[in-house]
T-cell receptor, first 117, second 112 residues
Framework: GAGVSQSPSNKVTEKGKDVELRCDPI?????LYWYRQSLGQGLEFLIY????????KSGLPSDRFSAERTGGSVSTLTIQRTQQEDSAVYLC???????????????FGPGTRLTVL | KQEVTQIPAALSVPEGENLVLNCSFT??????LQWFRQDPGKGLTSLLL?????REQTSGRLNASLDKSSGRSTLYIAASQPGDSATYLC???????????FGPGTRLSVLP
């Protein structure tokens, strides 16, 4: 079946502009995660959605970052007034199919490479 | 706060060798642990998931073990191949949090 997809695959923007990154999780997965990976760094957790529960936003680095998940499926990560330090690969993962429990494997998308000039 | 480390940071071996990658975590109250590989410029591919009640998982040439009490997991790769060259990441999910904490990764190069 289809895996996690993300769009765009690459995004180049100018400092100060807003950007939206999209994640389409695996159908039926109840959990959705956003991470970012800066050059040469490990994965940094950003935000986690689980079903209809309030999202865990504890990893968002500033109030310029926000995310939505509409209808329990597609998610959009929005970065307002982008800064050069926002340049990174933004990875989305989904998991927790019904019947498997909500705390199981994560399956990752290919990521969106964001470059802020 | 959970912290995850991986040793070594980088490893280069000749083809055919068996090798072990190490992952350590500071808080043993974990729900599960997952090993991934990441190829350059790509996303993460799940390799093995070990629940906290399990001691090991096997998939093909890969074997992952978990020792919760000592805060350690190892990924054993048998008969390494050049196609195994990638960065290997371990990630730990705690009993009290829903997100994974990732280690920094081990960059593996298998030389033909």
């Amino acid at each position: 079946g289809a895996g996690v997809s993300q769009s765009p695959s690459n995004k180049v923007t100018e400092k100060g502009k807003d950007v939206e990154l999209r994640c389409d999780p695996i159908s039926g997965h109840t959990a959705l995660y956003w991470y970012r990976q800066s050059l040469g760094q490990g994965l940094e957790f950003l935000i986690y959605f689980q079903g209809n529960s309030a999202p865990d936003k504890s990893g968002l680095p500033s109030d310029r970052f926000s995310a939505e998940r509409t209808g329990g499926s597609v998610s959009t990560l929005t970065i307002q007034r982008t800064q050069q330090e926002d340049s990174a690969v933004y990875l989305c993962a989904s998991g927790g199919s019904p019947g498997q429990g909500a705390l199981n494997e994560q399956f990752f998308g290919p990521g969106t490479r964001l470059t802020v000039l | 706060k959970q912290e995850v480390t991986q040793i070594p940071a980088a490893l280069s071996v000749p083809e055919g060798e068996n090798l072990v990658l190490n992952c350590s975590f500071t808080d043993s109250a974990i729900y599960n642990l997952q090993w991934f590989r990441q190829d350059p410029g790509k996303g993460l591919t799940s390799l093995l998931l070990i629940q906290s009640s399990q001691r090991e998982q096997t998939s093909g040439r890969l074997n992952a073990s978990l020792d919760k009490s000592s805060g350690r997991s190892t990924l054993y790769i048998a008969a390494s191949q050049p196609g195994d060259s990638a960065t290997y990441l371990c990630a730990v999910r705690g009993n009290y949090g829903q997100n994974f904490v990732f280690g920094p990764g081990t960059r593996l190069s298998v030389l033909p």
